[in-house]
């Protein structure tokens, strides 16, 4: 379902390049994060937001930042990308009733 | 903070065979434990979760346990067919105060024909 939406979904970039990924949901979820995955690692947290006003660092905010425009957008921006910073991102969103997470489709990001 | 260990990373079974995966975590306040299912190519979707007040839940071929004095839960999977071949996410968190949800490194199960 398109209820999360991600973009771009493939970006290929350069080394110090700055790479910003958005993110936008029509679910009316306050709550939204950006996660990382990769082979081995899991889905580790890199930042989260419960409200407009509200943003908190996950466990792997170095090298990071966010910026949540609206209840329904969340950015996550890279400002000087690195190679190991290559990986597939996800956003999420929840609400407050239930913990369960509906996530997008993932943007897949390559740093040369 | 919350960290969540999983194990093991691979997992292969014969169709019709039970497949088990376990978890542990570290913050004893955890209360909410779900359980992700990512298929090739796609997002995670949640496909049971449980709660600190319950020990055990089910839902058709899928269960989860719930150890808190351990603190450790784990999934498990009976008669297993081919479309459960996906990976497997463990997850914990506060639900009522923070709603921060830690996952677990992930199982890749296989289940063979």
């Known amino acids: 379902d398109a209820d999360v939406t991600q973009t771009p979904r493939n970006r290929i970039t350069k080394t110090g390049k700055r790479i910003m990924l958005e993110c936008s949901q029509t679910?009316?979820?306050?709550?939204m994060y950006w996660y990382r995955q990769d082979p081995g690692l899991g889905l580790r947290l890199i930042y989260y937001?419960?409200?407009?006003?509200?943003?908190n660092k996950g466990e792997i905010s170095d090298g990071y930042s966010v910026s949540r425009q609206a209840q329904a957008k969340f950015s996550l921006s890279l400002e000087s990308a690195i190679p190991n910073q290559t990986a597939l991102y996800f956003c999420?969103?929840?609400?407050?009733?239930?913990?369960?997470?509906?996530f997008g489709e993932g943007s897949r990001l390559t740093v040369l | 903070g919350e960290n969540v260990e999983q194990h093991p990373s691979t997992l292969s079974v014969q169709e019709g065979d039970s497949a088990v995966i376990k978890c542990t975590y570290s913050?004893?306040?955890?209360?909410?434990f779900p359980w992700y299912k990512q298929e090739l190519g796609k997002r995670p979707q949640l496909i049971i979760d449980?709660?600190?007040?319950?020990g055990e839940k089910k839902d058709q071929r899928i269960a989860v346990t719930l150890n808190k004095t351990a603190k450790h839960f784990s999934l498990h999977i009976t008669e297993t067919q081919p479309e459960d071949s996906a990976v497997y996410f463990c997850?914990?968190?506060?639900?009522?105060?923070?709603?921060?949800?830690?996952f677990g490194q992930g199982t890749t199960l296989q289940v063979k024909p």
């Open positions: 937001s419960f409200d407009v006003k509200d943003i």
């Open positions: 913050d004893s306040a955890s209360n909410y």
């Open positions: 997850a914990a968190s506060h639900s009522g105060n923070t709603g921060k949800l830690i």
């Open positions: 999420a969103t929840g609400g407050q009733v239930t913990g369960e997470l509906f």
């Open positions: 449980i709660r600190s007040n319950v």
């Open positions: 679910k009316g979820h306050d709550r």
